[in-house]
């Protein structure tokens, strides 16, 4: 049973430490960050053609934009958006834990304290969805594992619709929650057949995929209709081009070019780059190349596994587990060790063909992986022994592990958010403030970067409301004025470290307007101007 004031404290703890983290980090939203804000302003004018993305997902801006209409900063409603999840996340994870694998209350506090503390530094820190996705599917993997599952069609059908939110939430979640309840039903109709027909499993998976279809339909019927095909998403060609690459860096991205109309950069809109994906089938070659691909990223998930804790227990713990319960364990207990593999399995190796970044599983995987290794070890704790000395390890042993789970867990994401806090380039601070300063400086567009943090250009365009061109790659003066000629660059944001900035220091067709350190480098602002002289 869940014990509601455990979840309404560590939902306060998250509140509390998400309000003194949100002000250091507010406008360290990143590339993806101004896509995802740009966005919650089409949904805030009720522009929702634009709005309508098959690469960024709609759930968290549609949530900042009635806080947008309210006269809200954009960034900040966004930023309050992922506050507001972030509490259901807390209480999700909570939830989800205890009804999978029956965690008592030192269990759900450990669950609580980790998801609270690496929530609102996920939360804070990041512009991206990856906690709203992980709070839907928290609420939707309880009844993927329910013992009622083909017997229940009402668990079935809140399971469908559950997949569905967290599609709009992310579009991973499409490809994901296909594989997984088909495969859950599956495994569940192995499990009760001699109870359930194989045709009352079928209804039970067919009531569960329609209702999927009827809450992610409209949306996928808006990017249909918008590209001309039927898509439920077009970021996976971008993300396996990547792959696909050799040496692959974002020159394709951010090459001088013009933005959409009505857009500040080419970021926004990913599925119209210059890019042409690739087939893994069409020659050896290709072939090879995505098989080393997946060899790479199957070693940084598991990577990605390894580094949930410190000293890497939930790996192991994830197979251990699972195969002590399935062979000594109850029903239950088999079915759900197995239910956690094939979930883990699932999710995780749903990134093995394309770009994949460990940030992407850790909200998801975290809580489940903390729930079964304090299940497991509850579970030990209830098996009798005969050595009374054994009493006091059976009750230090469990709090010492609670205090390294809480510790340990929240180890590396804190150590990145204070990174950040006290780091201005990293917190976005430095960036908005410059933003801030060149508004009196008669900053105009188009903008344009000399130097390799394109980033910063971005950004500065963004806050000023500039369109943004990209970077020049030349590496001579005279290539790089022909780029700027022919897109019509009014505004240079220069790298000091670029060999370019001495050269377009000496020049008297540019002015320098403002300047700003960056930590090791320092950013400055020419403005095109009439060469002295020139008539």
């Known amino acids: 049973m869940v014990r509601w004031k455990i979840v309404f404290v560590c939902q306060a703890l998250f509140v509390a430490l998400f309000a003194m983290i949100a002000p250091w980090v507010m406008y360290a939203i990143g590339p993806d960050g101004t896509a995802y804000v740009q966005q919650a302003e089409f949904f805030a004018r009720g522009d929702f053609w634009e709005a309508a993305s098959g690469y960024w997902s709609p759930l968290l801006p549609a949530l900042s934009s009635p806080m947008i209409l309210l006269g809200l900063d954009s960034v900040v409603a966004f930023r309050i958006a992922q506050g507001i999840v972030g509490v259901g996340y807390v209480a999700a994870a909570v939830w989800a834990t205890t009804k999978i694998f029956d965690i008592e209350a030192r269990g759900q506090w450990i669950v609580g304290l980790i998801t609270s503390i690496t929530a609102a530094t996920w939360s804070g820190a990041l512009t991206t969805p990856d906690v709203a996705l992980a709070f839907f599917l928290l609420l939707y993997f309880p009844f993927s594992a329910s013992d009622e599952l083909l017997t229940d069609w009402r668990h079935a059908a809140i399971a469908g619709v559950l997949g569905a939110i967290a599609f709009l939430a992310k579009s991973y979640a499409f490809p994901f929650f296909l594989a997984h309840f088909t495969f859950c039903v599956g495994v569940r109709w192995i499990a009760d057949r001699q109870d359930v027909s194989f045709w009352r499993a079928c209804a039970s998976w067919g009531i569960g995929i329609a209702l999927f279809a009827i809450v992610c339909g409209p949306w996928v019927g808006a990017l249909s209709t918008k590209y001309a095909r039927f898509t439920f998403s077009n970021s996976g060609a971008f993300n396996h081009y990547q792959v696909g690459i050799e040496d692959f860096d974002w020159k394709v991205v951010w090459q001088m070019q013009e933005a959409p109309e009505g857009r500040y950069n080419v970021w926004e809109t990913p599925e119209k780059l210059d890019f042409v994906d690739w087939s893994p089938i069409e020659s050896k070659e290709n072939f090879m190349r995505q098989a080393q691909h997946i060899r790479e990223n199957g070693k940084k998930i598991l990577g990605g596994f390894w580094k949930l804790d410190p000293i890497g227990l939930f790996p192991a713990m994830i197979v251990i587990a699972a195969f002590t319960v399935a062979v000594f364990g109850d029903h239950r207990g088999k079915f759900v060790a197995v239910w956690m593999i094939l979930t883990c399995g699932i999710y995780a190796g749903g990134f093995l063909p394309v770009a ?137 944001i220069v790298d000091s470290r670029d060999p370019l900035a001495e050269e377009i220091a000496s020049r008297d067709d540019w002015q320098l307007i403002a300047k700003s350190p960056v930590l090791d480098y320092e950013l400055r602002t020419y403005r095109q101007v009439q060469p002295k002289g020139a008539e």
Request: charged letters at 20%.
């Open 356 to 492: 994949f970044e460990p940030r992407y599983m850790a909200p998801v995987l975290l809580p489940l992986c903390v729930g079964q290794l304090w299940a497991f070890i509850e579970w030990l704790l209830r098996v009798e022994v005969e050595r009374p000395s054994f009493s006091w390890t059976r009750y230090w042993a469990p709090m010492a592990l609670a205090v390294y789970l809480v510790v340990g867990c929240c180890a590396r994401p804190g150590f990145f958010l204070l990174r950040d806090a006290v780091s201005e380039r990293a917190s976005g601070r430095v960036i908005r403030n410059y933003s801030d300063m060149l508004a009196d400086k008669e900053f105009s567009g188009p903008v344009a970067m000399i130097g390799d943090r394109w980033q910063d250009g971005l950004l500065i365009s963004f806050y000023s409301q500039r369109p943004f061109l990209g970077k020049t790659y030349a590496t001579e003066w005279n290539d790089a004025k022909q780029e700027f000629d022919a897109f019509g660059v009014q505004m240079l």
